[in-house]
């Protein structure tokens, strides 16, 4: 389809200035070929408007016109007469008239526009692909870590528990002797059920002893808070005395002599 030289052609995701571009490059492509033939109003119009969206207003020492420059003195008045159109209305008017000369131009700037819409696709495609691996992989690693956690607290819970059999073990070899005798008093001839209170005692003992210990962790543990805590205070402190102190000496270097004259 041919578009009138009134007639805006639709840039699409391009900016004038590309298309404008792209014209020129097709101009040069399609001159001394059949695909284009141009008016001397046409020569003389392109030209002048390539010069007024590069240089803007009317520039005599941008155009070198001889005596007999029959060519160069029309360019000039038609310079002269578009000198107020704005650079992007000058490369408007470019474009149009490049579509009015040659209906080729149309076809080649849709195809442009075209290739450029499907390397935008293209590229977004290749974002969203790119954010979708990432999140992927960021919850990959999240499962990963989730994993490592739960792997490090059953094993440190394997470990707490083997611990607290050993320690009931050696608690219950300790105690074994004297809950046995008390046992044999408070349950004479009926060897289970000194078993049964044996096995109570030593739960009972190893509850307690448990507990004395886990108590003992803790105060040492709220003892270390406590000793970091009044480190932190003191590092402050000093650090508090030492701002103070270069402020001092920074005064009294910045402070001016005064001279007592007898």
Same mark, same amino acid.
């Given at each position: 389809?041919?578009?009138?030289?009134?007639?805006?052609?639709d840039?699409?995701?391009?900016?004038?200035?590309d298309?404008? +571009?792209?014209? #020129?490059?097709? &101009?040069?492509?399609?001159?001394?070929?059949?695909? &284009?033939?141009?008016s001397?109003?046409d +020569? =003389?119009?392109?030209?002048?408007?390539? !010069?007024? %969206?590069?240089?803007?207003?009317?520039?005599?020492?941008?155009?070198?016109?001889?005596?007999?420059?029959?060519?160069?003195?029309?360019?000039?008045?038609?310079? !002269?007469?578009?000198? =107020?159109?704005?650079?992007?209305e %000058?490369?408007?008017?470019?474009?149009?008239?490049? =579509?009015?000369?040659?209906?080729?131009?149309?076809? $080649?700037l849709?195809? *442009?526009k +075209?290739?450029?819409?499907?390397?935008?696709?293209? &590229?977004?495609? !290749?974002?969203?692909?790119? $954010? #979708?691996?990432?999140?992927?992989?960021?919850?990959?690693?999240?499962?990963?870590?989730?994993?490592?956690?739960? &792997?490090m607290?059953?094993?440190?819970?394997?470990?707490?528990?083997?611990?607290?059999?050993?320690?009931?073990?050696?608690?219950?070899?300790?105690? @074994?002797?004297?809950? !046995?005798?008390?046992?044999?008093?408070?349950?004479?001839?009926?060897?289970?059920?000194?078993?049964?209170?044996?096995?109570?005692?030593?739960?009972?003992?190893?509850?307690? @002893?448990?507990?004395?210990?886990?108590?003992?962790q803790?105060?040492?543990?709220?003892?270390?808070?406590?000793?970091? +805590?009044?480190?932190?205070?003191?590092?402050?402190?000093?650090?508090?005395?030492?701002?103070?102190?270069?402020?001092?000496?920074?005064?009294?270097?910045? %402070?001016?002599?005064?001279? *007592?004259?007898?």
């Amino acid at each position: 389809m041919e578009k009138s030289v009134t007639e805006t052609v639709d840039c699409g995701i391009m900016s004038v200035e590309d298309v404008y +571009r792209l014209a #020129r490059e097709f &101009l040069k492509a399609k001159e001394g070929t059949k695909a &284009l033939n141009l008016s001397y109003e046409d +020569r =003389n119009m392109i030209n002048v408007l390539s !010069k007024q %969206a590069f240089y803007g207003k009317f520039d005599e020492t941008k155009i070198k016109v001889g005596f007999l420059d029959l060519v160069g003195k029309d360019r000039v008045q038609l310079w !002269k007469s578009l000198s =107020n159109l704005t650079r992007e209305e %000058a490369m408007n008017r470019y474009i149009q008239l490049i =579509n009015k000369v040659c209906p080729l131009f149309y076809a $080649h700037l849709e195809a *442009h526009k +075209r290739n450029l819409e499907d390397e935008k696709n293209r &590229l977004k495609l !290749k974002e969203e692909e790119q $954010h #979708r691996e990432k999140e992927m992989m960021e919850q990959k690693e999240k499962k990963l870590k989730e994993e490592d956690l739960k &792997l490090m607290e059953e094993n440190k819970k394997k470990r707490e528990e083997i611990q607290r059999k050993q320690i009931q073990e050696a608690l219950n070899q300790q105690t @074994y002797p004297h809950f !046995k005798a008390y046992a044999e008093q408070q349950h004479p001839n009926n060897p289970q059920a000194q078993e049964e209170l044996i096995k109570q005692l030593q739960e009972q003992h190893f509850e307690q @002893y448990m507990s004395q210990v886990y108590q003992q962790q803790l105060i040492h543990q709220q003892q270390q808070a406590e000793q970091l +805590r009044a480190l932190k205070k003191s590092q402050k402190k000093q650090e508090q005395q030492t701002e103070e102190e270069l402020k001092k000496l920074s005064i009294n270097e910045t %402070a001016p002599s005064v001279n *007592h004259e007898s």
